[in-house]
């Protein structure tokens, strides 16, 4: 079966780089994970220059010789990057195209206007998974808070009742749905098909949405009820706009990647014979890279020139959206360096050795191991490459389902309760004008239900597919 770049875990077929001992394997993994969180924390050091020290501490701690930890490092680097850094590409030109001509905010504007004030956080979580398919957490965070924030105050609304929702639409998108950056990873690293996974991460993304959005922010909005900050309410660059797309076109583009992804996953299913001439006019439509290529040079039209863009506009748009993904390139590069390190000193086979002895769902334990390291780093991404490596090799009997639903087991396992050392955790506090503990009793607990609910649904889906 196709899967999404040339082989992922190469080294993983050829002996570990250390004959280290199971205690001393255990020992550099904590080592590792400890001076990253150290730096990243304590120092302040840039998560792509943590990585770096922590895979190097690993090896080192784990007997391997330093040239054979720095080509483990390099590899997983330049394959992670390979695989995943074209993509994340795309999607940022994408999404860019998306906020600047206006797009998004036709999305937000069409949907408000239909929506009632019981249905309004229903409406916004659709409006946060709708736009937050193809952008970047960081980016969404961005584009809808302003959203957020004028209609919280304009239908006076709790910040929260309007807020969560849109923040687990988000979320939920980030953590579980491909094009994003640590699921595609982690696609690669347990070679499970994208078609799939995308398709079983809808399924349970949708339950984990309404769970920690809608409903949730009922009793965060009784917790915490606070006023939108008037210094926060920034002017929307559609405002300046003499037209934009229209609404239908607008949704059309967006979900046309994944329609062709998703295109692909129904031949391979139906079909399931890679002479077929069918599947394979599929397997090339429904790449990721031709998806997401297509859907760019169809957003230039449908999005760019709706909006009256000249070809000069086009061009700086895009270009404009490729230097701001510079550090999540790294950032993904590097904890696929990390992951490889991880999986060449043997840690990968240990963990598989050792999992034969307990009585754990192999799920389960995935999604464990992201929680871990998800408390541990503060990134979701970090936690879901590096947790892939780890639970790789238990991938190798699986079936394509199972494949697919460990790869969101580690997703939701790398949502768990967003706290300090997470970015987004004071990119929330600081928008919505939160102190600490405020933040801590409604965005962590929201990504601690998206994760909980997440895992329950994998494991779910786990008994009837």
């Known amino acids: 079966m196709p899967h999404l770049s040339v082989e992922m875990l190469a080294a993983d077929a050829t002996a570990p780089i250390t004959s280290a001992g199971h205690a001393q394997l255990g020992i550099a993994v904590l080592a590792g994970i400890a001076v990253i969180v150290l730096l990243i924390t304590k120092f302040k050091l840039h998560a792509f220059l ?96 302003p959203v957020v924030l004028l209609v919280a105050k304009r239908g006076n609304f709790s910040l929260m009742r309007i807020g969560i929702p849109a923040l687990a639409g988000l979320s939920v998108m980030h953590g579980l749905i491909p094009p994003h950056p640590g699921p595609l990873a982690a696609i690669d690293a347990v070679k499970a098909n994208l078609g799939v996974t995308l398709a079983l991460g809808v399924v349970i993304a949708i339950p984990a949405a309404i769970i920690a959005g809608p409903l949730f922010s009922r009793y965060a909005a009784r917790w915490v009820d606070i006023a939108p900050p008037e210094k926060m309410i920034p002017q929307r660059t559609s405002d300046d706009l003499e037209k934009r797309p229209g609404f239908g076109v607008t949704v059309a583009t967006v979900l046309l990647p994944v329609v062709m992804m998703l295109a692909k996953a129904l031949v391979d299913v139906v079909v399931d014979d890679p002479k077929d001439s069918l599947q394979r006019v599929f397997d090339v439509v429904g790449s ?52 490889q390190t991880l999986v060449d000193s043997g840690v990968g086979q240990m963990i598989l050795e050792i999992s034969k002895h307990w009585n754990i769902s192999t799920l389960l334990l995935a999604w464990l191991i992201a929680v871990i390291i998800r408390l541990a780093t503060g990134s979701a991404t970090v936690a879901t490459i590096s947790a892939a490596g780890l639970v790789a090799p238990l991938a190798a009997e699986m079936s394509t389902t199972h494949a697919a639903l460990l790869v969101l087991a580690v997703g939701a396992g790398s949502l768990f309760f967003s706290h300090v050392n997470d970015a ?42």
């Open 50 to 145: 943590s990585l770096i020290i922590g895979s190097l501490v690993l090896g080192a701690v784990a007997g391997a010789p330093l040239d054979k930890a720095i080509a483990s490092f390099s590899t997983g680097l330049g394959q992670t990057v390979a695989g995943t850094g074209v993509l994340i590409a795309l999607g940022a030109v994408l999404g860019k195209l998306l906020a600047d001509s206006g797009g998004a905010d036709q999305i937000v504007d069409t949907i408000l206007a239909k929506a009632g004030r019981r249905a309004m956080p229903w409406a916004m979580v659709l409006i946060a998974g709708i736009v937050g398919l193809p952008i970047f957490f960081e980016v969404g965070i961005v584009l809808l808070i």
């Open 288 to 339: 990721p890279l031709i998806a997401l290529l297509t859907a760019v040079v169809v957003a230039m039209f449908t999005l760019g020139r709706a909006a009256g863009f000249t070809r000069g506009r086009i061009a700086t748009t895009v270009e404009s959206s490729l230097g701001p993904i510079a550090g999540v390139l790294l950032i993904v590069g590097a904890g696929g360096g990390f992951k």
């Open 424 to 465: 987004g955790f004071w990119m929330v506090k600081e928008y919505f004008g939160m102190d600490v503990g405020q933040t801590l009793k409604t965005w962590s607990l929201m990504e601690t239900l998206i994760s909980v609910v997440g895992i329950v649904g994998v494991l779910l889906l786990s008994l009837v597919v």
